[in-house]
Protein backbone atom coordinates (compact mmCIF):
# COMPACT_ATOMS: atom_id res chain seq x y z
CA UNK A 1 0.00 0.00 0.00
CA UNK A 2 2.28 2.64 1.14
CA UNK A 3 4.60 2.08 -2.11
CA UNK A 4 1.68 2.36 -4.22
CA UNK A 5 1.10 5.88 -2.94
CA UNK A 6 4.92 6.57 -3.29
CA UNK A 7 5.30 5.90 -6.74
CA UNK A 8 2.12 7.61 -7.31
CA UNK A 9 3.02 10.55 -5.89
CA UNK A 10 5.88 11.17 -7.17
CA UNK A 11 6.99 14.67 -8.34
CA UNK A 12 5.06 14.08 -12.10
CA UNK A 13 2.10 12.94 -11.32
CA UNK A 14 1.95 15.22 -8.55
CA UNK A 15 2.48 18.12 -11.32
CA UNK A 16 0.13 16.18 -13.93
CA UNK A 17 -2.69 16.95 -11.03
CA UNK A 18 -1.79 19.88 -10.54
CA UNK A 19 -2.17 21.27 -13.99
CA UNK A 20 -5.16 19.46 -14.41
CA UNK A 21 -6.70 21.50 -11.10
CA UNK A 22 -5.20 24.49 -11.99
CA UNK A 23 -6.63 24.36 -15.52
CA UNK A 24 -10.37 23.26 -14.37
CA UNK A 25 -10.67 25.79 -11.83
CA UNK A 26 -9.04 29.07 -13.12
CA UNK A 27 -9.54 29.11 -17.10
CA UNK A 28 -13.12 29.28 -16.30
CA UNK A 29 -12.92 31.85 -13.46
CA UNK A 30 -10.84 33.67 -15.86
CA UNK A 31 -13.17 33.83 -18.74
CA UNK A 32 -16.14 34.58 -17.01
CA UNK A 33 -14.33 37.53 -14.75
CA UNK A 34 -15.43 40.70 -15.83
CA UNK A 35 -12.93 43.91 -16.28
CA UNK A 36 -12.90 46.96 -14.56
CA UNK A 37 -12.03 49.59 -15.77
CA UNK A 38 -11.59 52.95 -12.87
CA UNK A 39 -11.42 56.31 -13.29
CA UNK A 40 -10.99 59.50 -11.20
CA UNK A 41 -8.43 60.84 -7.73
CA UNK A 42 -6.17 59.99 -5.31
CA UNK A 43 -9.37 57.61 -3.26
CA UNK A 44 -8.84 55.42 -6.08
CA UNK A 45 -5.30 56.08 -8.07
CA UNK A 46 -3.87 52.45 -7.33
CA UNK A 47 -0.29 54.34 -8.37
CA UNK A 48 -0.34 56.35 -11.74
CA UNK A 49 1.47 59.36 -9.84
CA UNK A 50 4.35 56.97 -9.01
CA UNK A 51 5.36 57.22 -13.15
CA UNK A 52 4.72 61.57 -12.94
CA UNK A 53 6.55 64.10 -12.38
CA UNK A 54 4.07 65.73 -9.40
CA UNK A 55 4.31 65.89 -5.43
CA UNK A 56 0.91 63.93 -5.37
CA UNK A 57 2.32 60.88 -4.72
CA UNK A 58 2.43 57.82 -1.57
CA UNK A 59 4.95 55.90 -2.62
CA UNK A 60 7.06 56.17 0.44
CA UNK A 61 6.74 54.47 3.98
CA UNK A 62 4.71 54.26 5.58
CA UNK A 63 2.10 54.07 2.41
CA UNK A 64 1.21 50.61 1.78
CA UNK A 65 2.28 48.80 5.56
CA UNK A 66 -0.35 46.59 5.50
CA UNK A 67 -0.26 45.72 2.46
CA UNK A 68 0.78 42.18 1.03
CA UNK A 69 3.95 43.45 0.39
CA UNK A 70 4.44 46.24 3.28
CA UNK A 71 5.71 48.46 0.59
CA UNK A 72 4.50 51.56 -0.74
CA UNK A 73 2.83 51.35 -4.11
CA UNK A 74 1.31 54.54 -4.80
CA UNK A 75 -2.20 53.68 -3.04
CA UNK A 76 -3.37 56.18 -0.64
CA UNK A 77 -4.17 53.71 1.79
CA UNK A 78 -2.39 51.66 4.88
CA UNK A 79 -3.17 48.55 2.42
CA UNK A 80 -5.95 47.88 -0.52
CA UNK A 81 -7.99 50.43 -1.86
CA UNK A 82 -11.76 50.74 -2.67
CA UNK A 83 -10.85 49.63 -6.52
CA UNK A 84 -8.62 46.28 -4.72
CA UNK A 85 -11.37 45.16 -2.56
CA UNK A 86 -14.51 45.79 -5.47
CA UNK A 87 -12.25 43.29 -7.85
CA UNK A 88 -11.69 41.49 -4.21
CA UNK A 89 -15.91 40.71 -4.60
CA UNK A 90 -16.20 40.14 -8.31
CA UNK A 91 -13.68 37.65 -7.80
CA UNK A 92 -11.24 39.12 -9.80
CA UNK A 93 -7.16 40.18 -10.56
CA UNK A 94 -6.73 43.75 -8.85
CA UNK A 95 -6.67 46.12 -11.84
CA UNK A 96 -3.06 47.27 -12.32
CA UNK A 97 -2.58 51.20 -12.60
CA UNK A 98 -2.75 52.06 -16.86
CA UNK A 99 1.04 54.02 -16.89
CA UNK A 100 2.60 50.22 -15.11
CA UNK A 101 5.04 48.49 -17.56
CA UNK A 102 2.89 45.32 -16.13
CA UNK A 103 -0.21 46.06 -18.10
CA UNK A 104 0.74 44.08 -21.18
CA UNK A 105 -0.59 41.11 -22.74
CA UNK A 106 -3.40 39.06 -20.77
CA UNK A 107 -3.14 41.40 -18.03
CA UNK A 108 -5.26 43.82 -20.59
CA UNK A 109 -8.15 41.26 -19.91
CA UNK A 110 -8.64 42.67 -16.32
CA UNK A 111 -9.12 45.95 -17.31
CA UNK A 112 -7.38 49.18 -16.45
CA UNK A 113 -7.33 51.46 -13.81
CA UNK A 114 -6.52 55.33 -15.09
CA UNK A 115 -7.05 57.51 -12.00
CA UNK A 116 -4.61 59.81 -10.98
CA UNK A 117 -4.26 61.63 -7.66
CA UNK A 118 -5.18 65.28 -7.34
CA UNK A 119 -7.15 65.80 -10.12
CA UNK A 120 -10.93 66.97 -9.64
CA UNK A 121 -14.24 67.79 -12.26
CA UNK A 122 -12.66 71.13 -13.48
CA UNK A 123 -9.08 71.15 -15.91
CA UNK A 124 -7.82 73.68 -13.10
CA UNK A 125 -8.23 71.79 -10.20
CA UNK A 126 -4.88 70.54 -8.45
CA UNK A 127 -3.30 72.92 -11.28
CA UNK A 128 -0.23 72.99 -7.87
CA UNK A 129 0.14 69.38 -8.61
CA UNK A 130 1.59 69.98 -11.92
CA UNK A 131 1.61 67.00 -14.16
CA UNK A 132 -1.10 65.01 -13.19
CA UNK A 133 -3.71 63.09 -15.39
CA UNK A 134 -6.75 65.00 -16.14
CA UNK A 135 -10.21 63.09 -17.02
CA UNK A 136 -9.44 64.90 -20.89
CA UNK A 137 -6.39 62.95 -20.45
CA UNK A 138 -7.51 59.63 -18.24
CA UNK A 139 -9.96 58.91 -21.43
CA UNK A 140 -7.31 59.43 -24.29
CA UNK A 141 -5.71 56.97 -22.60
CA UNK A 142 -8.77 54.75 -22.26
CA UNK A 143 -8.87 55.12 -25.81
CA UNK A 144 -5.49 54.58 -26.53
CA UNK A 145 -5.78 51.18 -24.36
CA UNK A 146 -8.66 50.06 -26.21
CA UNK A 147 -7.02 50.42 -29.24
CA UNK A 148 -3.74 47.98 -27.62
CA UNK A 149 -6.49 45.50 -26.89
CA UNK A 150 -8.14 45.44 -29.97
CA UNK A 151 -4.91 44.43 -31.66
CA UNK A 152 -5.10 42.29 -29.07
CA UNK A 153 -8.34 39.88 -29.25
CA UNK A 154 -9.80 41.54 -31.90
CA UNK A 155 -12.04 44.91 -32.88
CA UNK A 156 -15.50 42.89 -31.73
CA UNK A 157 -14.21 41.42 -28.62
CA UNK A 158 -12.40 43.96 -27.40
CA UNK A 159 -15.76 46.09 -27.70
CA UNK A 160 -18.07 43.42 -25.90
CA UNK A 161 -15.22 43.16 -23.29
CA UNK A 162 -15.68 46.88 -22.30
CA UNK A 163 -19.40 47.22 -22.64
CA UNK A 164 -19.64 44.26 -20.28
CA UNK A 165 -17.02 45.97 -17.69
CA UNK A 166 -17.72 47.12 -14.04
CA UNK A 167 -16.64 50.96 -14.33
CA UNK A 168 -15.95 52.93 -11.09
CA UNK A 169 -15.53 56.75 -11.23
CA UNK A 170 -14.38 58.85 -8.07
CA UNK A 171 -14.25 62.40 -8.40
CA UNK A 172 -15.46 66.10 -7.25
CA UNK A 173 -13.42 65.91 -3.34
CA UNK A 174 -10.96 67.81 -5.22
CA UNK A 175 -12.61 70.62 -6.84
CA UNK A 176 -13.71 71.53 -3.19
CA UNK A 177 -10.50 70.70 -1.22
CA UNK A 178 -8.07 71.64 -3.89
CA UNK A 179 -9.38 74.05 -5.52
CA UNK A 180 -12.39 76.02 -4.03
CA UNK A 181 -11.40 76.19 -0.66
CA UNK A 182 -7.59 75.80 -1.44
CA UNK A 183 -6.98 79.18 -0.55
CA UNK A 184 -9.25 82.02 1.21
CA UNK A 185 -9.80 84.26 -1.99
CA UNK A 186 -9.12 81.42 -4.23
CA UNK A 187 -10.08 82.37 -8.27
CA UNK A 188 -12.98 80.08 -7.96
CA UNK A 189 -14.52 81.18 -5.23
CA UNK A 190 -14.25 85.12 -6.40
CA UNK A 191 -16.24 84.08 -9.31
CA UNK A 192 -18.99 81.51 -7.92
CA UNK A 193 -20.85 81.25 -5.05
CA UNK A 194 -21.11 77.83 -3.42
CA UNK A 195 -24.58 76.37 -5.23
CA UNK A 196 -23.38 78.04 -8.20
CA UNK A 197 -20.14 76.58 -8.11
CA UNK A 198 -21.91 73.06 -7.43
CA UNK A 199 -23.96 73.87 -11.17
CA UNK A 200 -21.43 74.14 -12.63
CA UNK A 201 -19.37 71.14 -11.63
CA UNK A 202 -22.45 69.34 -12.26
CA UNK A 203 -22.98 70.55 -15.77
CA UNK A 204 -18.88 69.62 -15.87
CA UNK A 205 -19.71 65.91 -14.65
CA UNK A 206 -22.10 64.83 -16.72
CA UNK A 207 -19.80 66.34 -19.73
CA UNK A 208 -17.56 63.57 -18.33
CA UNK A 209 -20.15 60.78 -17.56
CA UNK A 210 -21.56 61.26 -21.34
CA UNK A 211 -17.76 61.13 -22.53
CA UNK A 212 -17.77 57.74 -20.55
CA UNK A 213 -20.66 56.24 -22.08
CA UNK A 214 -19.69 57.49 -25.79
CA UNK A 215 -16.09 55.27 -25.11
CA UNK A 216 -18.21 52.27 -24.26
CA UNK A 217 -18.64 52.34 -20.67
CA UNK A 218 -22.56 50.21 -19.95
CA UNK A 219 -22.32 50.04 -15.84
CA UNK A 220 -20.82 52.60 -14.14
CA UNK A 221 -20.37 53.24 -10.38
CA UNK A 222 -20.29 57.17 -9.26
CA UNK A 223 -19.31 57.73 -6.14
CA UNK A 224 -20.31 61.41 -4.75
CA UNK A 225 -17.96 63.15 -2.33
CA UNK A 226 -17.37 62.19 1.40
CA UNK A 227 -17.58 64.61 4.45
CA UNK A 228 -15.49 66.73 3.20
CA UNK A 229 -15.31 69.06 6.58
CA UNK A 230 -14.85 66.06 9.03
CA UNK A 231 -11.39 65.07 7.05
CA UNK A 232 -8.62 65.13 9.72
CA UNK A 233 -6.79 67.77 7.20
CA UNK A 234 -9.78 69.92 7.54
CA UNK A 235 -10.09 69.79 11.21
CA UNK A 236 -6.23 70.83 11.51
CA UNK A 237 -7.01 74.21 9.07
CA UNK A 238 -10.67 74.79 10.19
CA UNK A 239 -12.33 73.30 12.94
CA UNK A 240 -12.58 75.32 16.40
CA UNK A 241 -13.50 72.21 18.66
CA UNK A 242 -13.03 69.47 16.25
CA UNK A 243 -16.45 69.59 14.95
CA UNK A 244 -16.88 69.00 11.43
CA UNK A 245 -16.01 72.52 8.88
CA UNK A 246 -19.63 73.39 8.28
CA UNK A 247 -18.88 75.09 4.91
CA UNK A 248 -17.49 72.20 3.28
CA UNK A 249 -20.22 70.15 5.02
CA UNK A 250 -22.30 72.08 3.27
CA UNK A 251 -20.76 72.22 -0.46
CA UNK A 252 -21.12 68.45 -0.27
CA UNK A 253 -24.74 68.94 1.28
CA UNK A 254 -25.34 71.13 -2.06
CA UNK A 255 -23.22 68.80 -4.56
CA UNK A 256 -23.97 65.13 -3.85
CA UNK A 257 -27.95 65.58 -4.21
CA UNK A 258 -27.70 67.29 -7.58
CA UNK A 259 -25.28 64.68 -8.72
CA UNK A 260 -27.76 61.81 -7.89
CA UNK A 261 -30.26 64.19 -9.55
CA UNK A 262 -28.36 64.61 -12.82
CA UNK A 263 -27.32 60.49 -12.60
CA UNK A 264 -31.36 59.65 -12.99
CA UNK A 265 -32.05 62.46 -15.37
CA UNK A 266 -28.86 61.13 -17.49
CA UNK A 267 -30.24 57.23 -17.53
CA UNK A 268 -33.98 58.59 -17.76
CA UNK A 269 -32.55 59.65 -20.89
CA UNK A 270 -30.71 56.99 -22.27
CA UNK A 271 -33.50 54.42 -21.25
CA UNK A 272 -30.81 51.86 -19.26
CA UNK A 273 -29.53 52.04 -15.43
CA UNK A 274 -25.95 52.95 -16.55
CA UNK A 275 -24.42 55.38 -13.85
CA UNK A 276 -25.64 54.09 -10.37
CA UNK A 277 -24.88 56.43 -7.09
CA UNK A 278 -22.80 55.73 -4.86
CA UNK A 279 -24.03 57.67 -1.59
CA UNK A 280 -20.20 58.28 -0.25
CA UNK A 281 -21.48 60.81 1.75
CA UNK A 282 -24.03 59.11 4.26
CA UNK A 283 -21.54 55.69 3.82
CA UNK A 284 -18.76 57.09 5.69
CA UNK A 285 -20.74 60.05 7.64
CA UNK A 286 -22.50 56.55 9.39
CA UNK A 287 -18.99 56.12 10.47
CA UNK A 288 -17.29 59.05 11.42
CA UNK A 289 -20.31 59.94 14.07
CA UNK A 290 -20.30 56.74 15.91
CA UNK A 291 -16.99 55.33 15.32
CA UNK A 292 -16.85 52.86 18.36
CA UNK A 293 -19.96 51.08 16.93
CA UNK A 294 -17.77 50.34 13.84
CA UNK A 295 -15.36 49.07 16.26
CA UNK A 296 -12.86 52.62 15.53
CA UNK A 297 -10.95 54.42 18.09
CA UNK A 298 -11.58 57.82 16.61
CA UNK A 299 -12.39 59.39 13.15
CA UNK A 300 -10.92 62.64 14.40
CA UNK A 301 -7.11 61.89 14.24
CA UNK A 302 -5.57 60.08 11.04
CA UNK A 303 -3.34 57.35 11.77
CA UNK A 304 -0.47 58.73 9.53
CA UNK A 305 0.49 62.50 9.60
CA UNK A 306 1.47 65.57 11.74
CA UNK A 307 0.25 68.24 13.56
CA UNK A 308 -3.61 68.25 14.70
CA UNK A 309 -5.13 65.53 14.53
CA UNK A 310 -2.53 64.32 12.39
CA UNK A 311 -3.87 66.30 9.78
CA UNK A 312 -1.07 68.16 8.37
CA UNK A 313 1.05 67.30 5.57
CA UNK A 314 1.47 63.72 4.02
CA UNK A 315 2.10 60.37 5.05
CA UNK A 316 5.68 60.04 4.90
CA UNK A 317 8.24 58.82 6.75
CA UNK A 318 8.73 61.75 9.70
CA UNK A 319 4.65 61.41 10.14
CA UNK A 320 3.58 60.10 13.50
CA UNK A 321 2.15 56.43 12.51
CA UNK A 322 -0.46 54.85 15.17
CA UNK A 323 0.35 51.11 15.92
CA UNK A 324 -3.04 49.54 14.98
CA UNK A 325 -4.35 50.94 11.54
CA UNK A 326 -7.60 48.93 12.61
CA UNK A 327 -8.40 51.13 15.74
CA UNK A 328 -8.38 54.86 12.56
CA UNK A 329 -11.14 55.86 10.61
CA UNK A 330 -8.49 57.52 8.53
CA UNK A 331 -5.30 56.53 7.56
CA UNK A 332 -3.91 60.29 6.35
CA UNK A 333 -4.87 63.64 6.78
CA UNK A 334 -7.51 62.91 3.44
CA UNK A 335 -7.80 59.60 2.80
CA UNK A 336 -9.53 56.15 4.70
CA UNK A 337 -7.93 53.13 6.35
CA UNK A 338 -8.33 49.58 4.59
CA UNK A 339 -10.70 49.04 7.38
CA UNK A 340 -12.90 51.90 6.79
CA UNK A 341 -13.01 51.01 3.04
CA UNK A 342 -13.68 47.69 3.52
CA UNK A 343 -17.43 48.71 5.33
CA UNK A 344 -17.65 51.49 2.79
CA UNK A 345 -17.18 48.60 0.21
CA UNK A 346 -19.48 46.25 1.55
CA UNK A 347 -22.38 48.95 1.60
CA UNK A 348 -21.53 49.35 -1.99
CA UNK A 349 -22.08 45.36 -2.39
CA UNK A 350 -25.00 44.99 -0.53
CA UNK A 351 -26.54 48.41 0.36
CA UNK A 352 -29.91 49.49 0.55
CA UNK A 353 -31.28 52.40 -1.95
CA UNK A 354 -30.44 54.88 -0.05
CA UNK A 355 -26.61 54.23 -0.15
CA UNK A 356 -26.96 52.57 -3.81
CA UNK A 357 -29.14 53.85 -6.29
CA UNK A 358 -31.36 52.49 -8.11
CA UNK A 359 -29.39 49.37 -6.88
CA UNK A 360 -26.76 47.77 -4.93
CA UNK A 361 -23.19 45.71 -6.87
CA UNK A 362 -24.82 42.41 -6.08
CA UNK A 363 -27.72 43.31 -7.70
CA UNK A 364 -25.59 44.33 -10.71
CA UNK A 365 -23.76 41.16 -10.54
CA UNK A 366 -26.73 39.21 -10.77
CA UNK A 367 -28.87 40.80 -13.02
CA UNK A 368 -25.55 40.85 -15.66
CA UNK A 369 -24.73 37.72 -15.60
CA UNK A 370 -27.94 36.66 -16.77
CA UNK A 371 -27.51 38.28 -19.81
C1 LIG B 1 -9.97 70.60 -20.29
O1 LIG B 1 -8.85 70.63 -21.16
C2 LIG B 1 -9.01 69.89 -22.35
C3 LIG B 1 -7.70 69.91 -23.12
O2 LIG B 1 -7.17 71.17 -23.21
C4 LIG B 1 -10.16 70.49 -23.16
O3 LIG B 1 -10.38 69.73 -24.31
C5 LIG B 1 -11.43 70.49 -22.29
O4 LIG B 1 -12.49 71.09 -22.97
C6 LIG B 1 -11.17 71.20 -20.99
N1 LIG B 1 -12.33 71.11 -20.13
C7 LIG B 1 -12.90 72.17 -19.58
C8 LIG B 1 -14.09 71.91 -18.71
O5 LIG B 1 -12.49 73.29 -19.73
C1 LIG C 1 -28.93 44.94 -2.09
O1 LIG C 1 -28.33 43.78 -1.68
C2 LIG C 1 -29.13 43.00 -0.79
C3 LIG C 1 -28.30 41.80 -0.31
O2 LIG C 1 -27.51 41.29 -1.30
C4 LIG C 1 -30.45 42.65 -1.39
O3 LIG C 1 -31.18 41.82 -0.56
C5 LIG C 1 -31.17 43.91 -1.68
O4 LIG C 1 -32.39 43.67 -2.27
C6 LIG C 1 -30.35 44.83 -2.54
N1 LIG C 1 -31.00 46.11 -2.60
C7 LIG C 1 -31.16 46.79 -3.71
C8 LIG C 1 -31.91 48.07 -3.59
O5 LIG C 1 -30.73 46.45 -4.77
Redesign the pocket.
Known sequence: MATTLLTLSSPRVLMLTLTIVLVVTVAPKAEAARAFFVFGDSLVDSGNNNYLATIARADSPPNGIDYPTHRPTGRFSNGFNLPDIISEQMGAERTLPYLSPELTGQKLLVGANFASAGIGILNDTGIQFVFILRMFTQFELFQQYQQRLSTQVGQAQAKRLVNDALVLITLGGNDFVNNYFLTPFSARSRQFSIPDYCRYLISEYQKILRTLYELGARRVIVTGTGPLGCVPAELAMRSRNGECVPELQQAAGIFNPELAQMIQQLNRELGSNVFISANAFDMNMDIITNPQAHGFVTSKVACCGLGPYNGLGTCNPLSNLCPNRNAYVFWDPFHPTERTIRLIAQQIM????EY?NP??L??IMAMDSKN
Do not use: D
Open positions: TGSTMMNST
